[in-house]
């Protein structure tokens, strides 16, 4: 059966009102798409936004011209800022203020779009539909959404709207926070939030033009669709059947392989506040049964936590007493309301402030933690797994854990070997924009004698992960090393 089309004059009543809904509509998408983007500042509110968050760094960080000195990120400051437009949306600020705060060269001290963006995003097709991994000198698709496409993973990816990769991954690396002079962290980092840092890069996409080389070697191209379904989870790489789990918790694995007399400490994230004292207690009671067990210990992509459960594993390695200092140079802060502590952490500075200062050094007041060895200490060689994501508080563990004669595999750490800053936050809220600053209290510098400024704990054997694969090959190589 046809169909007649219908015919009215330009005064029909019915026609003003397809007229009214569709201007509605295309009103609605142009202003979410505004809001999508974050909103537009002038460059007024650009200017005091980006004088609030400088002054905020070189105030009320612990240790800001650690790895940069004040007249050379001065000079950046001023740079940036005489290049100011006459407007920027808030996910273009933000890519600028995280450039700046890169500068300081530190871990803990980041940068983010404001509450509001976050909720206006929140649930939108906004991302890419898939993200990538990086193996020698090509960057791969390494996984996608539940839907169909014409590249597959492990498909190398070109570019995306017509930016070469290479060119994309160098401008995340630009805005990524890292420790001191490191590298491995901006790599682990970049590759985790691709999606998302892609889209704090260059905002809301109508579509995605991608340039991909088949595993055939041919050059394609294809177009889609922003998303905002989650990447097919992969299957986590098991431990060989050689393995058997003796222990295990979701913030750790302890193994044990009876053919190479091999025991296997993964501690996912020293987060955990109740059960690592009893956890740790069991483990090593039960290597002290097995005296010929060796012992592996693997932090890798542990990003800190709570520094007791770090400090009190390390008692158990330690032949000595050894202290846990906080430092936090004594100056007049110049205050702004913009920058606060929530209660608890207001609460936990005071409490750490009634402790008695061990340490005297001029301009630094230091809080002490001491801790001293377990009755079960292990006597044998430790071999530890590190690699880029090895943050933080593992990175404090890494280090100490090397002066005592560890044997050190994997990649770098991404947080120093000399310290960290960290433990309590204050948070930074721009007033025009409403981009959130973290900025961290204390400085930490660990009780390592062997460190490179500004790099991580490095490791004895590199060892790079192969990807697109289920094996640990890392581990096994490992196992090889340790069996010879």
């Known amino acids: ?58 105030n009320y960080h612990p240790v800001p011209f650690q790895y940069i000195n004040e007249e050379d990120l001065k000079t950046f400051y001023n740079r940036q800022k005489s290049q100011f437009p006459e407007s920027l949306t808030e996910l273009e600020f933000n890519k600028l203020s995280r450039n700046l705060i890169a500068k300081i060269g530190c871990g803990h001290t980041s940068g983010k779009p404001s509450d509001e963006w976050f909720k206006a995003v929140t649930g939108q097709n906004v991302l890419l539909p898939f993200t990538v991994q990086k193996t020698d000198d090509d960057v791969y698709i390494s996984g996608i959404v539940d839907e169909e496409f014409d590249f597959q993973i492990n498909d190398k990816i070109l570019a995306i709207n017509h930016i070469p ?50 595993k ?10 922003p998303t905002n379904k989650k990447i097919i989870e992969t299957k ?33 994230s020293f987060s955990d506040r109740n059960e690592y004292k009893d956890y740790y207690e069991k483990v090593f009671k ?45 100056r007049k802060l110049e205050k702004n309301k913009y920058t606060k502590m929530n209660k608890s952490t207001k609460w936990t500075k005071v409490a750490f402030s009634l402790k008695p200062s061990k340490q005297r050094t001029k301009g630094v007041k230091t809080i002490t933690f001491k801790f001293k060895p377990n009755k079960l ?44 800053n960290c433990m309590l936050n204050y948070q930074l809220v721009l007033p025009n924009s409403g981009l959130k600053i973290t900025i961290p209290y204390y400085q930490v510098l660990s009780n390592s004698t062997k460190s490179e400024f500004g790099y991580g704990v490095k490791p004895n054997y590199e ?22």
Do not use: C
């Open 1 to 58: 059966m046809g169909y007649k089309l219908l015919k009215m004059k330009t005064n029909s009543p019915l026609l003003l009102i397809i007229i009214v809904v569709l201007f509605v509509f295309s009103h609605a998408n142009a202003q979410n798409s505004s809001t999508l983007n974050g909103k537009m500042l002038t460059k007024n509110q650009i200017i005091e936004d980006y004088d609030i968050l400088y002054s905020t760094l070189v």
């Open 165 to 214: 990769i290479e060119e994309i991954l160098m401008q995340m690396a630009e805005n990524q926070q890292r420790d001191g002079l490191t590298q491995s962290f901006v790599d682990k980092a970049i590759y985790a939030s691709f999606r998302t840092y892609y889209l704090f890069l260059y905002g809301i996409q109508k579509e995605f033009h991608i340039d991909y080389k088949t």
């Open 216 to 225: 055939t070697g041919e050059i394609n191209s294809t177009i889609v669709q």
């Open 236 to 268: 986590q790489q098991e431990l060989t059947d050689n393995f058997y789990k003796i222990y295990e918790h979701k913030w750790s694995l302890f193994a044990y392989d009876s053919t190479n007399h091999l025991a296997y400490l993964k501690i996912k």
């Open 286 to 330: 039960w290597l002290a049964q097995q005296p010929q067990a060796k012992l592996i210990v693997d932090i890798r992509d542990n990003g800190g936590g709570f520094f007791k459960n770090g400090n009190k594993l390390l008692t158990y390695f330690t032949p000595n007493k050894f202290d846990f200092n906080m430092h936090r140079p004594k």
């Open 377 to 420: 200490n292990y006597k044998g060689d430790v071999h530890l797994l590190t690699n880029g994501n090895t943050f933080s508080q593992a990175a404090l563990v890494a280090s100490q854990l090397k002066e005592y004669g560890a044997t050190i595999y994997g990649m770098e750490t991404g947080g120093t070997e000399q310290g960290t």
């Open 463 to 484: 060892i790079k992960p192969a990807h697109f694969t289920l094996e640990d090959n890392v581990l096994n190589d490992v196992v090889k090393i340790i069996s010879k």
